[in-house]
């Protein structure tokens, strides 16, 4: 069964830092683009950022570019979000998303459950 | 960057009927490179129709998807109590892959 798994999300500070991980299982997770997407609390879907299947090319939004970091590391099947310099407006749930298609940019066909990312003093 | 504006922003109907919505980019998607995915509260997205016209895999023959360039359309034939639910669409023909701001589906 193809599964991803978020973990990470806790309660930090504005200012502060925090790195979401994102467990991949049930394909070769290696072959796919991954993605980050958030939602904030009573909010529609916002895409983050996305990795290709080698880790080389990389895109973000533009609310979160130059303050979030995506990588992943194929040997351990796992997807990261490294988010520095956290705003309130950062609080929300990360879901973890896999692309549909080999070695490309597209729709995602598969996502975790989400893990929530609050931003508070 | 382009933009996608979802209309409705709620549509109230009854189960049995049919629901159109309607997604409009600010610009022409490539190569009708848009997707639409279903939510439901406390769900995480579910993948509906991708290509502007093609059901994912286990979608009901009642999601259809139509369009191309700046206008595409999700039609559900005849509605049932399990697709009152958020409807999001997206495209992923350049980055940033963006969402609409979402359609609500709710009983009338």
């Known amino acids: 069964e193809v599964q991803l798994v978020e973990s990470g999300g806790v309660v930090v500070q504005p200012g502060g830092s925090l790195r979401l991980s994102c467990a991949a299982s049930g394909f070769t997770f290696d072959d796919y683009t991954m993605h980050w997407v958030r939602q904030a609390p009573g909010k529609g879907l916002e895409w983050v950022s996305l990795?290709?299947?080698?880790?080389?090319?990389?895109y973000y939004a533009d609310s979160v570019k130059g303050r979030f970091t995506i990588s992943r590391d194929n040997n351990k099947n796992s997807l990261y979000l490294q988010m520095n310099g956290l705003v309130t407006e950062d609080t929300a749930l990360y879901y973890c998303a896999k692309d549909a298609l080999h070695y490309y940019y597209s729709y995602m066909d598969v996502w975790g459950k989400g893990t929530t990312v609050t931003v508070s003093s | 960057e382009i933009v996608l504006t979802q209309s409705p922003g709620t549509l109230s109907l009854s189960p049995g009927e049919r629901g159109t919505l309607s997604c409009r980019a600010s610009q022409s998607v490539s190569s009708s490179y848009l997707a639409w995915y279903q939510q439901k509260p406390g769900q995480a997205p579910r993948l509906l129709i991708y290509g502007a016209s093609s059901r994912a895999t286990g979608i009901p023959d009642r999601f259809s998807g139509s369009g191309s360039g700046t206008d595409f359309t999700l039609t559900i034939s005849r509605l049932e109590s399990e697709d009152f639910a958020v409807y999001y669409c997206q495209q992923y023909g350049s980055s940033p892959y963006a969402f609409g701001q979402g359609t609500k589906l709710e009983i009338k």
């Open positions: 990795i290709n299947w080698d880790g080389r090319s990389t």
